[in-house]
């Protein structure tokens, strides 16, 4: 997470996800939404600039729509936010592809993740008791082919944190039941932003060839 994340992080983020698909749904080519979407270049924050990673998550009538993202950083978080937004709207395997008739009815959250940290994972029982519900998000590491996360965001849904870790195993492919030694398990917390802590103009512009002078 970049150290000087604002306050007022989601009047840029939240538009900036929110435009990528828009402009992906007009036709534009993910290169040309890198680098027409705005802020323009000069006038992108540093901290926008800077290595982050997040995850976009897209609820139509508060139910799940798609959700995508990065465990750590793959390049600035800007970058990092366009491609999980084009991700999470046409690429959730979980999905189908978004519509132009259901844009309007999206509502659009971003959450920029802070580094995951391992926990001592001598025990189930250890893990459950280190888990602080509504505060960290959580990813399961079985071996090389099993892994899978859920943002602290899922509390709402499973407060109790047995349920929430057998959930997280399920998602992962592996049985409710299932507990190994070598199993590896990480903690990490968000910065969420949503709809609401956004501009609320979804007639701003949200490419370079959208602007005219004024």
């Known amino acids: 997470m970049p150290s000087s994340l604002p ?3 989601g009047r840029i983020l939240v538009p900036l996800a929110r435009g990528a698909i828009r402009l992906r749904l007009q ?3 993910t290169d040309q939404i890198v680098m027409n979407s705005l802020p323009a270049p000069h006038d ?16 139509i009538n508060s139910h799940l729509r798609g959700c995508i993202g990065s465990l750590s950083p793959r390049g600035s978080l800007y970058d990092d936010v366009i491609h999980n937004a084009l991700a999470a709207a ?10 132009a008739t259901e844009y309007p009815s999206i509502s ?24 602080r519900p509504g505060i960290d998000g959580v990813v399961l590491i079985a071996g090389p082919t099993r892994r899978a996360t859920f943002l602290p965001q899922v509390w709402d849904d499973l ?5 929430f870790f057998a959930h997280l195993k399920r998602k992962a492919g592996l049985p409710t039941t299932w507990w190994s030694p070598d199993a ?31």
């Open 7 to 9: 306050d007022n992080a």
């Open 27 to 29: 036709g534009t080519r």
């Open 44 to 59: 992108r924050p540093e901290w926008l600039q800077e290595p982050g990673a997040s995850f976009v998550t897209l609820t």
């Open 90 to 99: 046409f690429h959730d395997p979980r999905f189908d592809p978004l519509d």
């Open 108 to 131: 659009v959250e971003v959450s920029v993740l802070s580094a995951p940290v391992a926990l001592p994972a001598l025990s189930e029982k250890a893990v459950l008791e280190s888990l």
């Open 159 to 163: 407060a109790d944190p047995a349920d």
């Open 184 to 214: 590896r398990v990480e903690t990490y917390t968000v910065r969420a932003f949503t709809d609401q802590d956004a501009d609320g103009d979804d007639d701003a512009p949200t490419s370079a060839s959208d602007m005219t002078d004024r």
